[in-house]
Protein backbone atom coordinates (compact mmCIF):
# COMPACT_ATOMS: atom_id res chain seq x y z
CA UNK A 1 0.00 0.00 0.00
CA UNK A 2 0.84 3.59 -1.03
CA UNK A 3 0.59 5.86 2.28
CA UNK A 4 0.47 9.79 2.05
CA UNK A 5 1.30 11.80 5.18
CA UNK A 6 -0.39 16.02 4.67
CA UNK A 7 1.77 18.23 6.62
CA UNK A 8 5.51 19.19 6.99
CA UNK A 9 7.23 19.02 10.32
CA UNK A 10 8.74 17.38 12.83
CA UNK A 11 5.30 15.57 14.19
CA UNK A 12 4.91 14.45 10.06
CA UNK A 13 8.62 13.32 9.83
CA UNK A 14 8.18 11.48 12.57
CA UNK A 15 4.60 9.57 11.47
CA UNK A 16 6.33 8.67 7.94
CA UNK A 17 9.29 7.50 9.70
CA UNK A 18 7.35 5.00 11.92
CA UNK A 19 4.78 4.47 8.81
CA UNK A 20 8.35 3.11 6.79
CA UNK A 21 8.69 0.51 9.24
CA UNK A 22 5.54 -1.20 8.32
CA UNK A 23 5.86 -4.10 5.74
CA UNK A 24 2.19 -2.88 4.42
CA UNK A 25 3.69 0.75 3.60
CA UNK A 26 5.34 -0.08 -0.19
CA UNK A 27 5.81 3.56 -0.41
CA UNK A 28 5.45 6.20 1.80
CA UNK A 29 4.64 10.06 0.69
CA UNK A 30 4.61 13.20 2.26
CA UNK A 31 3.18 16.40 1.25
CA UNK A 32 4.58 19.06 1.26
CA UNK A 33 7.20 17.28 3.89
CA UNK A 34 10.66 18.88 4.00
CA UNK A 35 14.20 18.04 2.93
CA UNK A 36 15.11 15.90 6.42
CA UNK A 37 12.36 13.73 5.87
CA UNK A 38 13.82 12.16 2.47
CA UNK A 39 15.34 8.54 5.03
CA UNK A 40 11.94 7.38 4.96
CA UNK A 41 9.56 9.40 2.50
CA UNK A 42 9.56 10.89 -0.82
CA UNK A 43 8.43 14.66 -0.90
CA UNK A 44 5.35 15.60 -2.95
CA UNK A 45 6.08 19.03 -4.34
CA UNK A 46 2.06 20.21 -3.02
CA UNK A 47 0.60 22.58 -0.30
CA UNK A 48 -1.46 21.27 2.61
CA UNK A 49 -3.79 23.06 1.17
CA UNK A 50 -4.03 22.39 -2.07
CA UNK A 51 -7.01 19.76 -2.18
CA UNK A 52 -7.36 19.43 -5.52
CA UNK A 53 -3.86 19.16 -6.45
CA UNK A 54 -3.55 16.40 -3.64
CA UNK A 55 -6.30 14.40 -4.50
CA UNK A 56 -5.34 14.01 -8.18
CA UNK A 57 -1.75 13.23 -7.07
CA UNK A 58 -3.19 10.03 -4.29
CA UNK A 59 -5.59 8.70 -7.25
CA UNK A 60 -2.57 8.84 -9.97
CA UNK A 61 -0.02 7.02 -6.94
CA UNK A 62 -2.59 4.29 -5.60
CA UNK A 63 -2.61 6.00 -2.22
CA UNK A 64 -4.15 3.47 -0.23
CA UNK A 65 -4.18 5.78 2.78
CA UNK A 66 -4.08 9.28 3.61
CA UNK A 67 -2.72 10.60 7.36
CA UNK A 68 -3.01 13.85 7.80
CA UNK A 69 -0.68 15.81 10.35
CA UNK A 70 -1.64 19.36 11.11
CA UNK A 71 -4.90 21.14 12.33
CA UNK A 72 -5.10 23.41 9.53
CA UNK A 73 -5.67 21.17 6.46
CA UNK A 74 -8.40 19.26 8.98
CA UNK A 75 -10.27 22.47 9.37
CA UNK A 76 -10.59 23.68 6.10
CA UNK A 77 -12.08 20.23 5.36
CA UNK A 78 -9.45 17.52 3.71
CA UNK A 79 -11.25 15.06 4.70
CA UNK A 80 -14.54 16.00 3.39
CA UNK A 81 -12.67 16.80 0.00
CA UNK A 82 -10.86 13.25 0.16
CA UNK A 83 -13.88 10.99 1.01
CA UNK A 84 -16.08 12.81 -1.72
CA UNK A 85 -13.34 11.43 -3.83
CA UNK A 86 -13.77 7.86 -2.39
CA UNK A 87 -10.17 8.12 -0.69
CA UNK A 88 -9.22 6.60 2.73
CA UNK A 89 -8.27 9.54 4.75
CA UNK A 90 -7.24 9.24 8.50
CA UNK A 91 -8.57 12.20 10.28
CA UNK A 92 -11.87 13.92 11.78
CA UNK A 93 -14.27 15.81 9.70
CA UNK A 94 -13.75 19.71 9.78
CA UNK A 95 -16.96 20.05 11.74
CA UNK A 96 -15.64 17.65 14.45
CA UNK A 97 -11.79 19.00 14.65
CA UNK A 98 -13.49 22.36 15.96
CA UNK A 99 -12.70 20.80 18.99
CA UNK A 100 -9.29 22.22 18.40
CA UNK A 101 -10.68 25.46 16.06
CA UNK A 102 -12.28 27.16 18.46
CA UNK A 103 -11.60 27.43 22.81
CA UNK A 104 -15.55 28.09 23.22
CA UNK A 105 -16.57 25.13 20.99
CA UNK A 106 -14.89 22.78 22.93
CA UNK A 107 -15.61 24.65 26.60
CA UNK A 108 -19.19 23.97 25.28
CA UNK A 109 -18.89 20.69 24.66
CA UNK A 110 -17.40 19.78 28.04
CA UNK A 111 -20.00 21.78 29.79
CA UNK A 112 -22.88 19.76 27.87
CA UNK A 113 -21.40 16.76 28.81
CA UNK A 114 -19.70 17.35 32.04
CA UNK A 115 -16.24 17.12 31.29
CA UNK A 116 -14.05 18.34 34.15
CA UNK A 117 -12.17 21.57 33.18
CA UNK A 118 -11.38 25.44 34.63
CA UNK A 119 -14.21 27.67 34.97
CA UNK A 120 -14.15 30.22 32.25
CA UNK A 121 -16.20 32.51 30.16
CA UNK A 122 -15.68 33.99 26.76
CA UNK A 123 -15.72 37.32 25.43
CA UNK A 124 -15.45 40.17 21.97
CA UNK A 125 -15.64 42.99 23.69
CA UNK A 126 -12.70 44.38 24.86
CA UNK A 127 -13.63 46.35 27.76
CA UNK A 128 -16.47 43.56 29.22
CA UNK A 129 -13.18 41.10 29.23
CA UNK A 130 -10.98 43.73 31.17
CA UNK A 131 -13.62 44.02 33.56
CA UNK A 132 -14.02 40.43 33.89
CA UNK A 133 -10.30 40.17 34.77
CA UNK A 134 -10.34 42.91 36.83
CA UNK A 135 -12.33 41.20 38.75
CA UNK A 136 -11.00 37.33 39.26
CA UNK A 137 -7.48 39.15 39.26
CA UNK A 138 -4.33 37.16 38.70
CA UNK A 139 -3.16 34.63 38.15
CA UNK A 140 -5.33 33.64 35.27
CA UNK A 141 -5.55 31.96 31.43
CA UNK A 142 -5.91 33.74 28.54
CA UNK A 143 -6.67 31.96 25.26
CA UNK A 144 -7.37 33.39 21.60
CA UNK A 145 -10.44 31.27 20.58
CA UNK A 146 -8.80 30.49 17.36
CA UNK A 147 -5.87 28.69 15.97
CA UNK A 148 -2.64 30.37 16.69
CA UNK A 149 0.24 27.75 16.36
CA UNK A 150 0.03 26.81 19.90
CA UNK A 151 0.98 30.51 20.97
CA UNK A 152 -2.29 31.95 21.62
CA UNK A 153 -2.52 31.10 25.44
CA UNK A 154 -0.82 33.45 28.20
CA UNK A 155 -0.93 32.47 31.69
CA UNK A 156 -0.73 35.66 33.47
CA UNK A 157 0.63 35.88 36.26
CA UNK A 158 -0.56 39.15 37.24
CA UNK A 159 -2.65 42.01 36.15
CA UNK A 160 -0.69 43.74 34.34
CA UNK A 161 0.19 40.60 31.88
CA UNK A 162 -3.53 39.81 31.94
CA UNK A 163 -4.07 43.67 30.34
CA UNK A 164 -1.51 43.47 28.32
CA UNK A 165 -2.77 40.03 26.62
CA UNK A 166 -5.91 41.35 26.37
CA UNK A 167 -5.07 44.40 23.97
CA UNK A 168 -2.84 42.56 22.78
CA UNK A 169 -5.66 39.78 21.15
CA UNK A 170 -8.78 42.07 21.25
CA UNK A 171 -7.18 45.18 20.21
CA UNK A 172 -4.02 44.54 18.19
CA UNK A 173 -5.64 41.02 16.77
CA UNK A 174 -2.04 39.89 17.19
CA UNK A 175 -3.35 36.58 15.67
CA UNK A 176 -5.58 38.00 13.32
CA UNK A 177 -8.91 36.57 13.21
CA UNK A 178 -8.49 33.59 15.76
CA UNK A 179 -7.84 36.48 18.71
CA UNK A 180 -10.91 38.64 17.66
CA UNK A 181 -12.54 36.25 20.49
CA UNK A 182 -11.21 34.98 24.03
CA UNK A 183 -11.69 31.92 26.54
CA UNK A 184 -10.51 33.44 29.97
CA UNK A 185 -10.12 30.59 32.23
CA UNK A 186 -9.49 30.22 35.89
CA UNK A 187 -5.84 29.11 36.61
CA UNK A 188 -5.37 25.48 37.43
CA UNK A 189 -2.39 23.91 39.41
CA UNK A 190 -0.91 20.60 39.55
CA UNK A 191 0.68 18.58 36.91
CA UNK A 192 0.44 18.59 33.64
CA UNK A 193 0.23 15.37 31.03
CA UNK A 194 -0.96 15.10 27.39
CA UNK A 195 -3.53 11.84 26.56
CA UNK A 196 -3.65 10.87 22.76
CA UNK A 197 -5.94 8.26 21.35
CA UNK A 198 -7.14 7.04 18.73
CA UNK A 199 -10.90 7.24 17.99
CA UNK A 200 -13.87 6.35 16.15
CA UNK A 201 -17.31 7.65 17.14
CA UNK A 202 -17.69 6.39 20.46
CA UNK A 203 -14.42 3.76 20.27
CA UNK A 204 -11.68 5.23 22.03
CA UNK A 205 -8.07 3.73 22.10
CA UNK A 206 -5.77 5.73 24.52
CA UNK A 207 -2.02 5.50 23.57
CA UNK A 208 0.73 5.78 26.20
CA UNK A 209 0.83 9.49 27.75
CA UNK A 210 3.66 12.44 27.72
CA UNK A 211 4.41 15.63 29.87
CA UNK A 212 5.09 18.59 26.95
CA UNK A 213 6.75 21.72 27.45
CA UNK A 214 5.19 24.64 26.78
CA UNK A 215 7.77 27.43 28.35
CA UNK A 216 10.35 28.51 26.10
CA UNK A 217 13.18 28.43 28.47
CA UNK A 218 14.47 26.01 31.23
CA UNK A 219 12.44 25.79 34.41
CA UNK A 220 9.09 26.44 32.92
CA UNK A 221 10.33 30.52 32.25
CA UNK A 222 9.42 32.76 29.26
CA UNK A 223 6.60 32.63 26.63
CA UNK A 224 4.51 29.75 25.20
CA UNK A 225 5.56 28.24 21.94
CA UNK A 226 4.22 24.82 20.48
CA UNK A 227 6.56 22.46 22.52
CA UNK A 228 9.95 22.41 23.75
CA UNK A 229 10.13 19.05 24.14
CA UNK A 230 8.32 16.07 25.85
CA UNK A 231 8.83 12.50 27.48
CA UNK A 232 7.11 9.48 28.27
CA UNK A 233 6.03 7.61 30.32
CA UNK A 234 4.94 10.13 32.95
CA UNK A 235 6.00 7.90 36.29
CA UNK A 236 4.34 10.73 38.68
CA UNK A 237 0.66 10.93 36.76
CA UNK A 238 -0.35 6.96 38.36
CA UNK A 239 -2.36 4.95 36.03
CA UNK A 240 -5.60 5.18 37.78
CA UNK A 241 -5.27 8.74 36.95
CA UNK A 242 -5.04 8.29 33.11
CA UNK A 243 -7.94 5.56 33.23
CA UNK A 244 -9.88 8.23 34.80
CA UNK A 245 -9.37 10.82 32.34
CA UNK A 246 -10.25 8.07 29.39
CA UNK A 247 -13.63 7.16 31.19
CA UNK A 248 -14.25 10.87 31.97
CA UNK A 249 -12.67 13.07 29.29
CA UNK A 250 -12.05 10.96 26.24
CA UNK A 251 -15.33 8.71 26.21
CA UNK A 252 -17.73 11.97 27.05
CA UNK A 253 -16.10 14.16 24.69
CA UNK A 254 -16.40 11.38 21.96
CA UNK A 255 -19.79 10.17 22.30
CA UNK A 256 -20.59 14.06 23.17
CA UNK A 257 -19.51 14.44 19.53
CA UNK A 258 -21.58 11.31 18.21
CA UNK A 259 -24.54 13.48 20.10
CA UNK A 260 -23.75 16.24 18.55
CA UNK A 261 -23.72 14.75 15.05
CA UNK A 262 -20.25 15.08 14.46
CA UNK A 263 -18.83 11.90 15.06
CA UNK A 264 -14.60 11.60 15.65
CA UNK A 265 -12.59 9.72 13.45
CA UNK A 266 -8.83 10.28 14.23
CA UNK A 267 -6.84 11.30 16.66
CA UNK A 268 -8.28 13.08 20.02
CA UNK A 269 -5.14 14.64 22.20
CA UNK A 270 -6.63 15.59 25.80
CA UNK A 271 -4.22 18.68 27.72
CA UNK A 272 -4.55 17.64 31.07
CA UNK A 273 -3.86 18.96 34.31
CA UNK A 274 -4.12 16.40 37.35
CA UNK A 275 -5.54 18.92 39.75
CA UNK A 276 -6.57 17.86 43.96
CA UNK A 277 -10.01 17.37 42.33
CA UNK A 278 -8.71 14.73 39.72
CA UNK A 279 -7.79 15.41 36.03
CA UNK A 280 -8.94 18.60 34.24
CA UNK A 281 -8.68 19.61 30.64
CA UNK A 282 -7.07 22.38 29.37
CA UNK A 283 -7.31 21.79 25.81
CA UNK A 284 -8.25 19.47 22.99
CA UNK A 285 -6.13 18.66 19.89
CA UNK A 286 -7.93 17.05 16.59
CA UNK A 287 -4.88 15.43 15.97
CA UNK A 288 -1.21 14.03 16.90
CA UNK A 289 0.91 16.26 19.25
CA UNK A 290 3.70 18.09 18.53
CA UNK A 291 6.16 17.52 20.33
CA UNK A 292 4.40 14.28 22.16
CA UNK A 293 4.25 12.23 18.95
CA UNK A 294 8.04 12.32 18.79
CA UNK A 295 8.29 10.62 22.13
CA UNK A 296 5.20 8.26 21.55
CA UNK A 297 5.44 6.90 18.53
CA UNK A 298 9.07 5.52 19.35
CA UNK A 299 7.35 3.53 22.14
CA UNK A 300 4.72 2.26 19.57
CA UNK A 301 5.19 -1.52 19.16
CA UNK A 302 2.61 -2.19 16.65
CA UNK A 303 2.38 -1.08 12.85
CA UNK A 304 0.80 1.76 12.34
CA UNK A 305 -0.40 0.88 9.03
CA UNK A 306 -2.50 -1.86 10.65
CA UNK A 307 -3.58 0.51 13.96
CA UNK A 308 -5.09 3.25 11.53
CA UNK A 309 -6.96 0.93 9.15
CA UNK A 310 -8.42 -1.14 12.09
CA UNK A 311 -9.65 2.71 13.34
CA UNK A 312 -11.56 3.39 9.85
CA UNK A 313 -12.70 0.23 9.89
CA UNK A 314 -14.65 0.12 13.35
CA UNK A 315 -12.44 -3.05 14.33
CA UNK A 316 -11.31 -3.90 17.76
CA UNK A 317 -7.60 -3.73 18.19
CA UNK A 318 -4.80 -3.76 20.96
CA UNK A 319 -1.98 -1.46 20.75
CA UNK A 320 1.56 -2.89 21.89
CA UNK A 321 3.51 -0.49 23.41
CA UNK A 322 7.46 -0.97 24.64
CA UNK A 323 8.61 -0.61 28.56
CA UNK A 324 11.54 1.79 27.44
CA UNK A 325 11.04 5.49 27.62
CA UNK A 326 11.82 7.98 25.48
CA UNK A 327 12.85 11.80 26.13
CA UNK A 328 12.70 14.02 22.99
CA UNK A 329 13.63 17.89 22.83
CA UNK A 330 13.37 20.22 20.26
CA UNK A 331 16.22 22.70 18.78
CA UNK A 332 14.36 26.29 17.71
CA UNK A 333 16.19 29.23 16.28
CA UNK A 334 17.16 32.17 18.71
CA UNK A 335 14.57 34.42 19.24
CA UNK A 336 11.49 31.74 19.09
CA UNK A 337 8.26 32.08 19.22
CA UNK A 338 8.92 35.42 18.29
CA UNK A 339 10.78 37.17 15.44
CA UNK A 340 13.92 35.08 14.37
CA UNK A 341 16.41 34.66 11.71
CA UNK A 342 16.95 31.53 8.76
CA UNK A 343 19.46 30.27 7.49
CA UNK A 344 21.66 29.04 10.14
CA UNK A 345 23.95 26.21 9.13
CA UNK A 346 23.25 22.84 10.79
CA UNK A 347 26.27 21.24 11.88
CA UNK A 348 26.94 17.39 13.83
CA UNK A 349 23.67 16.18 12.49
CA UNK A 350 25.41 12.71 11.19
CA UNK A 351 26.87 12.40 14.98
CA UNK A 352 23.76 13.55 16.63
CA UNK A 353 21.83 10.75 14.73
CA UNK A 354 23.82 7.41 15.57
CA UNK A 355 21.68 7.69 19.12
CA UNK A 356 19.08 8.86 18.30
CA UNK A 357 16.14 9.69 15.88
CA UNK A 358 16.39 13.25 14.43
CA UNK A 359 13.16 14.61 13.47
CA UNK A 360 13.12 17.48 10.75
CA UNK A 361 10.72 20.11 11.34
CA UNK A 362 12.31 23.74 10.29
CA UNK A 363 14.98 22.58 7.86
CA UNK A 364 16.15 23.62 4.28
CA UNK A 365 18.93 22.18 2.01
CA UNK A 366 21.29 24.25 0.54
CA UNK A 367 24.10 24.09 -2.22
CA UNK A 368 27.00 21.45 -0.97
CA UNK A 369 24.01 19.39 0.87
CA UNK A 370 23.84 21.64 3.89
CA UNK A 371 21.12 21.75 6.11
CA UNK A 372 20.01 25.16 7.60
CA UNK A 373 17.47 26.73 9.97
CA UNK A 374 14.17 27.56 7.99
CA UNK A 375 11.35 27.84 11.09
CA UNK A 376 11.17 28.30 14.79
CA UNK A 377 11.17 24.71 15.58
CA UNK A 378 13.89 23.34 13.84
CA UNK A 379 14.45 20.22 14.72
CA UNK A 380 13.35 16.96 17.47
CA UNK A 381 15.90 14.90 18.78
CA UNK A 382 14.52 12.20 19.97
CA UNK A 383 16.19 9.03 22.04
CA UNK A 384 15.17 5.68 23.83
CA UNK A 385 16.43 4.09 26.95
CA UNK A 386 15.72 1.34 29.41
CA UNK A 387 14.62 4.11 31.57
CA UNK A 388 13.89 8.26 31.96
CA UNK A 389 17.49 8.62 33.07
CA UNK A 390 19.23 6.39 30.32
CA UNK A 391 16.63 7.98 27.54
CA UNK A 392 17.72 12.00 28.71
CA UNK A 393 21.06 10.89 28.87
CA UNK A 394 21.35 9.86 25.45
CA UNK A 395 19.26 12.65 24.03
CA UNK A 396 21.58 15.02 25.74
CA UNK A 397 24.68 13.58 24.62
CA UNK A 398 23.26 13.44 20.81
CA UNK A 399 21.72 16.83 20.88
CA UNK A 400 24.84 18.57 22.22
CA UNK A 401 26.21 18.37 18.66
CA UNK A 402 24.59 20.72 17.39
CA UNK A 403 24.53 23.28 19.96
CA UNK A 404 25.62 26.61 18.46
CA UNK A 405 24.99 30.23 17.63
CA UNK A 406 21.31 30.51 16.04
CA UNK A 407 19.61 27.84 18.02
CA UNK A 408 18.98 27.10 21.61
CA UNK A 409 17.04 23.90 23.23
CA UNK A 410 15.81 23.92 26.72
CA UNK A 411 18.38 21.26 28.72
CA UNK A 412 15.61 19.99 31.56
CA UNK A 413 13.18 17.92 29.28
CA UNK A 414 12.39 14.59 31.94
CA UNK A 415 13.60 16.66 34.65
CA UNK A 416 9.89 16.74 36.47
CA UNK A 417 9.78 13.08 36.44
CA UNK A 418 12.94 12.35 37.49
CA UNK A 419 12.77 15.14 40.68
CA UNK A 420 9.10 13.67 41.53
CA UNK A 421 9.99 11.29 44.71
CA UNK A 422 6.46 9.32 44.35
CA UNK A 423 3.94 8.65 41.63
CA UNK A 424 0.65 10.62 43.32
Known amino acids: MNVLVIGRGGRE ?24 MTDC ?99 IVIKADGLAAGKGVTVAMTMEEALDCL ?32 VNGEKVYPMVIAQDHKRAFDGDQGPNTGGMGAYSPVPQIPGKTVQDAVRSVLEPAAGGLVQEGTPFTGILYAGLMLTADGPKVIEFNARFGDPETQAVLPRMKSDLVDVLEAVLDGRDF ?22 YEKGTVLNGLEEAGKDAAVFHAGTTKREGDRYVTDGGRVLAVSANGRDLPEAQQKVYDSIRFLAGDGVFYRTDIGDKALKAKTPR
Request: charged share 30%; aromatic share 10%.
Open 13 to 36: HAICWKLAQSARADRVFAAPGNDG
Open 41 to 139: AERVPLDELDFDGLIAFAKKNSVGLTVVGPEVPLLAGITEAFEKEGLRIFGPSSKAAMVEGSKQFAKELMEKYCIPTAGYAAFTSYEEAKAYVEKHGAP
Open 167 to 198: KDFLLDEKFGEASRSVVIEEFLEGEEFSLMAF
Open 318 to 339: EIEWSEEAAVAVVLASEGYPEA
